[in-house]
């Protein structure tokens, strides 16, 4: 095949693709140039040049929103949640002293959830303060549009909004894309992510346990119906690849070399603190886990927290894997009763799920009995690294609380959603002075 061939190959396929693209998508949502066949060849091939080549020939997105086109859409019925986030650049404490330049979205991490309902337009706006030392950008998994030019860089002094339809349910991570995809690695594992949970429009499932019971002498199924409605986590996974004064190291992250693995932004920050200790132990140096990694009292908001769970009540946890490590998702002491991906139930009755690199799942769960659960990434290098997180069941320890009496750390526990059973949360965030306070404000805290 000669050059000149190839070439009016390649400008047939471009034609044809702009002629279907024409045909199926309305006006509104492609900006693609049709071409007609007809057109000379050395027309049409400097058309392409012209063009800056096949780029310019993909539709601008599938469910992207013109941001004209948003109250519009807003006053025929579709809901809009405004999603605002800010660069902040910023040194955070990390497990066993120190602290690490950490890169983050609106002085946090992991950044703030958001939950949409199934159908909802979410209309982001990232803005990347004068005073910031490099562009940002913001790759949103729960849209469906072209990368170029959304998900570009931002300069500092500069913002960007772009709108979308959440039109599928699940758990969607979001995450910096650097400057142009630059630097990306550094960004999200500095801690540029966070989630974006879309509730399906016609709200979860009810939760099917399956059990057994004696009945006439013998051992039969019994089959048990727990409501949708459930308490929730969110639990997002990460590493941090550091060197010693605390700035990013490329090289071990190609080498896959953890310096720590964190769950929502810490290493083993849901763990019993002092004051737990000494309510379980009476003393606050006696600890029924062994790691007590954040527990000076000049630590404030970074304080470990383990998370209390209620027995006999439907929790659904929303796990999030950001980092490029496997999640081997395990709660020591208890089977998952149902993984579900989307909207679509993947296992049931599980002791294990692999999470995969920017992958989600929800996590279904009744504790049964009282007692301590940990959670881990089931992979020795993580558990020991960080990933360990202590669900507390029930009062296992006798100290005379009831259901719902204790308190959970504010960044395990979502927005509410559609299913949510609302449950009474503590101050508790990888987080500026000033984020602790917007949180403590926001949570009545
Ligand atoms: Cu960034």
């Given at each position: 095949m000669n050059r000149r061939y190839s070439m009016l190959s390649i400008a047939a396929v471009v034609a044809v693709a702009g002629i279907l693209f024409a045909s199926t998508y309305s006006q509104t949502q492609m900006t693609a140039t049709r071409m007609s066949l007809a057109t000379q060849d050395s027309d049409l091939i400097q058309q392409i040049r012209d063009m800056g080549g096949l780029q310019l020939q993909m539709p601008s997105a599938f469910a992207q929103i013109p941001l004209d086109q948003v109250d519009t859409m807003a006053s025929q019925g579709r809901h809009v949640v405004d999603v605002k986030l800010t660069a902040q650049s910023v040194d955070l404490p990390i497990m066993g002293g120190g602290k690490y330049h950490a890169m983050t979205f609106s002085g946090q991490v992991p950044a703030p959830t958001v939950r949409v309902t199934q159908g909802d337009i979410i209309r982001m706006t990232l803005t990347v303060p004068s005073t910031e030392p490099t562009p940002h950008g913001n790759d949103m998994h729960a849209s469906q549009m072209s990368a170029v030019p959304n998900f570009g860089a931002v300069k500092p002094g500069e913002s960007k909004t772009f709108a979308y339809i959440a039109e599928v349910p699940g758990t969607f991570k979001y995450h910096c894309s650097g400057v142009n995809v630059a630097a990306m690695d550094q960004h999200v594992l500095s801690g540029m992510y966070g989630l974006t949970i879309v509730d399906p429009l016609n709200g979860y499932n009810p939760l099917l346990v399956e059990k057994t019971k004696v009945e006439n002498g013998q051992v039969a199924l019994d089959k048990q119906r727990v409501s949708a409605d459930a308490k929730e986590f969110v639990l997002e996974y990460n590493q941090l690849y550091l060197t010693a004064d605390g700035s990013y190291d490329q090289t071990a992250m190609f080498l896959h070399n953890t310096t720590q693995t964190v769950v929502n932004g810490f290493a083993f920050g849901y763990v019993p603190n002092a004051d737990i200790n000494k309510l379980v132990k009476g003393d606050p140096n006696q600890n029924i886990f062994v790691a007590q990694p954040w527990n000076s009292a000049d630590l404030k908001q970074y304080q470990s927290h383990p998370l209390f769970v209620d027995t006999g009540v439907h929790y659904r946890i929303f796990v999030e894997?950001?980092?490029n490590m496997p999640l081997f998702f395990h709660i020591v002491g208890e089977i998952i009763d149902r993984v579900t991906q989307g909207n679509r139930v993947?296992?049931?009755?599980?002791e294990t799920w692999l999470v995969g690199g920017s992958q989600g799942a929800i996590m279904d769960i009744v504790f049964d009995n009282p007692g301590a659960y940990v959670a881990v990434n089931h992979d020795y290098a993580a558990i020991f690294t960080g990933a360990a997180t202590v669900f507390v069941a029930g009062d296992p320890f006798k100290l005379g609380y009831g259901p719902g009496d204790m308190p959970n750390p504010s960044d395990a526990v979502p927005p509410l959603g559609l299913n949510s059973i609302p449950q009474k949360e503590v101050v508790h965030c990888l987080c500026t002075d000033d984020r602790a306070a917007e949180i403590a404000n926001e949570i009545g805290g």
């Open positions: 894997n950001q980092g993947q296992a049931q009755g599980t």
